[in-house]
């Protein structure tokens, strides 16, 4: 029994102290010392930590605060990691912006003395200076300053740190008030790191460093990664004398604009895995040095902008390469010779490659099989054209395919549909042919984005049975000008996980599935239907908590304004068959408009007054419908409208002195409606508009002297109204005026001199913003305004009551293409210097009380130009003038 107690106390004793015991951890546990311990209290004491990161560190044991690690069998402190744990690339911003530390760092941190590993990357010192006394931790063999908004001079004692094997100071920052400026006079201090493996100096300014900054690198036998991406450095040296850094595995110099050739000694860096030398704007054809590197994994050598000449066969050679980058560069010719380097070597490892950008052409080759582990293929934005080679389904790797903005005329082969890897094809902008069937689609099963939009011939069509179900979920689609209809297809509603949906002129003349459209409302961003004949009625009372922007414009829709509950900026609804009234509440159910486009439509009654509480509405277009009663009265100043089209309905009453309130109204179409009463006279307040037509109502009074305030107007029309009164030399001042309409008025009194002063007529440039600014309110479309060019630079006063002469400084009008003075009581000669008006295309002077010889214009010889005056004589005229006595 003793021998029994005896042996269990043995073997608990051994349990307990032998070395793996979790037990003997605790038990013997050591203790960080009390002066580290008081160290680094007085290092928090110096932080600012909004999140309480370092609660932990009031412990008794410092050795088991948060981000601190001690030696094993000292206690003494040897690695401080406290690097933000919420990193912005994933995480939300505030969760980030509340974890990260600030304020002051202690020199108390010197009593560290084994501290080897120093963290404080992606914090927010917001500016402060790296402490020089960083220089004292001379057991300091990490130091991590990357994204913590250090700022100023990096300090050289850090070239006391022997021991020093990583230096990562890389000077971007997540902070909101944006990175520091880091820099460096002179490198001379990284000489002496001779352990130096990683040295990360990107962003930091070394624009003073000279020529030298090379050499000085040069002289760190050990270093293995090197990046200096964005450090304004100049000059790259073309020759050494020697390679000393022969260990170096990864470069980057990207960023900084070089301009030059490639130099010579970049091709001895035989270790080479990755190479970013992008932006660096070299120059020329890529060397076939380049082979020399036979271990480069990673090349980048996009954005140079003048590489050029045809894209070299050698990369194949390149056994280990892995990612290849030479978009955005000058290369042109075709891409034959490339791709078949890599079909003699077929054990390249190329996952990712990127051509875009450039001027290459013609067909793609078959020995795309070639490159069996490609995952990534970019070939957007160069001239290639001819079909999809069926050899892409050998590319069973593939996920993101991208030959958008190319112009490939050929078909896109059936083997596409055994990319089963494919999750996002981009095809976009291309001009294909030929119709897609099932095959296409076979094993596509990981698909998530389409992008397939082709020239408006629609001569691609997708064409699978009714009943075909697909073996994907679609998060993204974009398909243009291609055939899908006329029914709305079966596979497209079951994809229930649609965030965006673009269907633009695809043919489908089918009504919409409701349920449909109603599974999507919870999580559809963007959905653009426009251009096909979709009929019928929409689901009434959706709530689109995330939708940005609804299109279903140019399509059959009917019955009622959509009644949605949504945050959408624009909903675009023109040209279909929507009736009834606009929603009284449509202010409370798209609080976010900023675009309403609702033109030609059926709707009526009348405008409601709750888009004056749409404070970010931008654009109102509401042009042919047959809304009636009056405008409501009720806009402020803190609306920023810039553009109401509310022409061809039945608006009566006033125009509202509200609209006075909106200094930002550019554009204002109300004509052809019932609209009475005078101009308001608060509408000079809106002096950046360019644009308004008020033609076509009963608007009655004075022409508005304060016009000429109106420094930006390009358009006036005020034709078919009850104008009256005289035209007043204030008109003069229009300096920007290109299209004056005033016809079928009262207007009475003479045509003013002055008019030659009308300073865009003089010279007549200066119309192409303007212009824009109506076909965005209109959408450009429409036929009145789609064609605002015809009535360009025209003077239209026909139809009044003026009488006396025609102005002689009316020729002073050198860019006037329209001229129309028809029907009025003007009298006298016409003035013979008309002849010198060379724009001059449309003139119309008939029934005046014109009187003498018309002036020979060879282009004028229309009779009906003169007739209705009697007292003209001579051609086109039948009369002859008598013969002089
Ligand atoms: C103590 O640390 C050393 C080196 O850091 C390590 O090799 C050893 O396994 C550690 N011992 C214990 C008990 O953790
Ligand atoms: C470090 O802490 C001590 C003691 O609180 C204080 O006197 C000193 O100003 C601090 N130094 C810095 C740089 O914050
Ligand atoms: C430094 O920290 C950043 C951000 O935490 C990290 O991405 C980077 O890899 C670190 N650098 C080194 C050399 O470990
Ligand atoms: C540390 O670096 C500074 C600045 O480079 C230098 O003045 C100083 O002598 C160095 N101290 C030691 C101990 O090397
Ligand atoms: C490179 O190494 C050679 C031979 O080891 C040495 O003579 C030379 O000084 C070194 N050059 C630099 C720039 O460190
Ligand atoms: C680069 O390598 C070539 C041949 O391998 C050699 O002749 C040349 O001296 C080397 N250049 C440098 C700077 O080491
Ligand atoms: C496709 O485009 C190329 C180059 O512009 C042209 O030569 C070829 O005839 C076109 N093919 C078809 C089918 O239109
Ligand atoms: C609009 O967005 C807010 C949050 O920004 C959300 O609370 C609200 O429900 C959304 N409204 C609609 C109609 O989706
Ligand atoms: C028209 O221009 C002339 C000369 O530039 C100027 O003297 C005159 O005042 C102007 N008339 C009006 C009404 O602006």
Known sequence: ?????????????????????????????????????????????????????????????????????????????????????????????????RSCLGGKINQSLLLLEYLTYLDLSLNDFQGLEIPRFFGELKSLQYLNLSFASFAGEIPPSLGNLSELEYVDLYADSFSSTGPRELRSQSLEWLTHLSSLKHLNLGFSKLNGVAGQ???????????????LHWCELQ?????????????????????????????????????????????????????????????????????????????????????????????????????????????????????????????????????????????????????????????????????????????????????????????????????????????????????????????PTRSLAIGVSDGWSPPFKLKTIQIENCMLGPSFPLWLQVQNELTSVILRNVGIS???????????????????????????????????????????????????????????????????????????????????????????????????????DIEGLNIISLRNNKLSGQLPNCWHRSLVLWGIDISNNSLTGNIPSSFGFLSSLSVLLLSNNNLVGEIPSSLRNCSGLTSVDLGGNKISGSLPLWAQNLSSLFMLRLGSNLFSGNIPDEFCGLQNVHILNLSGNKISGTIPKCIGNLTALVNGKGSDVFEGLIKVVTRGRDPEYSSIEANLN?????????????????????????????????????????????????????????????????????????????????????????LPI
């Open 1 to 97: 029994m003793a021998a029994y107690l005896v042996s269990c106390l043995l073997f608990l004793f051994l349990f307990l102290f032998s070395s793996n015991s979790p037990l003997l951890a605790r038990s013997t546990h050591i203790q960080c010392t009390p002066t580290e311990r008081r160290a680094l209290t007085l290092l928090r004491e110096g932080f600012t930590d909004p999140s309480g990161r370092l609660t932990s560190w009031s412990r008794e044991d410092c050795c088991t605060w948060e981000g601190v690690e001690c030696h094993n069998r000292t206690g003494r402190v040897t690695k401080l990691d406290l690097r933000n744990p919420h990193h912005l690339i994933n995480g939300d911003r505030a969760a980030y912006e």
């Open 213 to 227: 900054w090379l050499q000085m690198l040069n002289m760190l036998p050990s270093l293995v990664d090197l990046r």
């Open 235 to 455: 000059g790259l040296p073309l020759t050494l004398p020697s390679i000393n850094f022969t260990s170096l595995s990864v470069l980057d110099l990207s960023e900084n604009s070089f301009s030059s050739v490639f130099p010579q000694w970049l091709f001895n860096l035989t270790g080479l895995t990755e190479l970013y030398l992008t932006w660096d704007f070299f120059s020329g054809s890529i060397p076939a040095d380049f082979a020399n590197l036979e271990t480069l994994r990673v090349l980048d050598l996009s954005d140079n902008l003048n590489l050029e000449g045809q894209i070299p066969g050698f990369f194949g050679n390149l056994s280990k390469l892995e990612f290849l980058d030479l978009s955005a560069n000058n290369f042109h010719g075709d891409i034959y010779e490339f791709f078949s380097g890599f079909s003699s070597s077929p054990n390249n490892k190329l996952e990712s490659l990127d051509l875009s950008a450039n001027s290459l052409s013609g067909e793609l080759p078959d020995s795309l099989r070639s490159v069996k582990h490609l995952q990534h293929l970019d070939l957007s934005s160069n001239s290639f054209w001819g079909s999809i080679p069926s050899s892409i389904g050998s590319l069973s790797e593939l996920r993101k395919l991208d030959l958008s903005y190319n112009m490939m005329n050929g078909t896109i082969p059936e083997s596409f549909g055994q990319l089963s890897w494919l999750v996002d094809m981009n095809l976009m902008a291309n001009s294909w042919n030929g119709m897609l069937k099932e095959t296409h689609f076979t094993n596509l099963i990981k698909l998530e984005h389409v992008r397939l939009t082709t020239d």
């Open 510 to 612: 089918d009504t919409i599935p409701g349920k449909w459209f109603s599974q999507m409302s919870t999580q559809v961003t963007y959905l653009v239907l426009s251009q096909n004949g979709i009929r019928g009625e929409l689901p009434h009372q959706l709530s689109y908590p995330n939708l940005n922007v609804i299109d279903l414009s140019y399509n059959n829709f009917d019955g009622p304004f959509p009644s949605w509950s949504t945050n959408a900026t624009d909903v675009l609804l023109q040209e279909n068959s929507f009736s009834g009234p606009i929603p009284e509440n449509i202010g409370a159910l798209m609080p976010r408009l900023q675009k309403l486009y609702v033109s030609r439509n059926h709707l009526s009654g009348r405008i409601p007054l709750s888009m004056c």
């Open 794 to 882: 025209s003077i239209e006063l026909s139809g009044n009551q003026l009488t006396g002469e025609i102005p002689d400084e009316i020729t002073n009008l050198l860019a006037l293409r329209i001229l129309n003075l028809s029907h009025n009581h003007l009298s006298g000669a016409i003035p013979k210097s008309l002849a010198s008006l060379d724009a001059l295309t449309r003139l119309n002077l008939s029934y005046n009380n014109l009187s003498g010889s018309i002036p020979f214009i060879p282009r004028f010889n229309d009779s009906s130009i003169f007739e209705g005056n009697p007292l003209l004589c001579g051609t086109p005229l039948p009369t002859k003038c008598p």
